[in-house]
């Protein structure tokens, strides 16, 4: 699939799904398999807080966790570590403001994978737009738990006010995001939400990822 289509792009971000060991109450493995079959669309491999994975069980987690996404056809990119992507030839990653400049990982990954970058601000969003991003992540858009360093949350003002300014790039909503409030993401402008906890905790992963997938598509 080309991701550089941006159609196909705003497709897989329909249902994103971020995960990581720390995110998990069951094994990682089966979370994600049940995130699938409830539908979602991508998933970004998110090894960070406390108790995190390192070195070699990181990267075993990571290969068991591409495997699963590769059998479903799902696009599996990993947050932040560069590296690790280029090892594995997934099919992108995602930065955030801190990480390296979007230029320089675009020079390390090579023009067919995807980079999604997080932007808070209009600035931001141009930086990553000339750097070479193939879309945002904008957030948090509620208030959220899960990052500890968390800004606070902004609504969907900054989607609204960049679709107004005629950004077209493929944005997705991230923070506080559930079933309940996701059709108001699609509605201010996103293409997709992500979520972390309001899959990963849910009592019933598959059950949760489907009414999420509802809001989304009649959003």
Do not use: W
Request: with cysteine; net charge negative; hydrophobic share 35%.
């Amino acid at each position: 699939m080309n991701f550089h289509n941006s159609d196909s792009l705003r497709k897989a971000l329909k249902v994103y799904f971020i995960m990581g060991s720390p995110n998990c109450k069951d094994n990682p493995a089966r979370v994600l398999q049940e995130a699938i079959e409830g539908g979602i669309t991508l998933f970004q491999f998110r090894e960070k807080g406390t108790g995190a994975l390192t070195g070699n069980e990181k990267v075993e987690l990571a290969k068991e966790l591409q495997q699963i996404c590769r059998e479903h056809q799902i696009p599996f990119i990993i947050n932040d570590d560069i590296d690790l992507a280029i090892a594995l030839n997934v099919d992108g990653v995602h930065i955030g403001q801190e990480d390296e400049r979007v230029e320089e990982v675009r020079k390390k990954i090579g023009h067919d994978k995807i980079i999604g970058v997080s932007v808070h601000s209009y600035n931001e969003a141009m930086n990553a737009l000339e750097g070479g991003a193939d879309y945002f992540g904008i957030g948090p858009v509620f208030p959220t738990k899960t990052k500890e360093d968390a800004k606070p949350s902004n609504g969907t003002k900054l989607i609204e006010e960049l679709r107004d300014e005629g950004f077209s790039i493929p944005i997705v909503g991230i923070g506080g995001i559930t079933a309940d409030n996701a059709g108001s993401v699609i509605q201010a402008g996103a293409d997709g939400v992500s979520v972390i906890t309001a899959i990963s905790h849910a009592p019933s992963v598959t059950e949760a990822t489907k009414n999420l997938r509802k809001s989304v598509f009649e959003g």
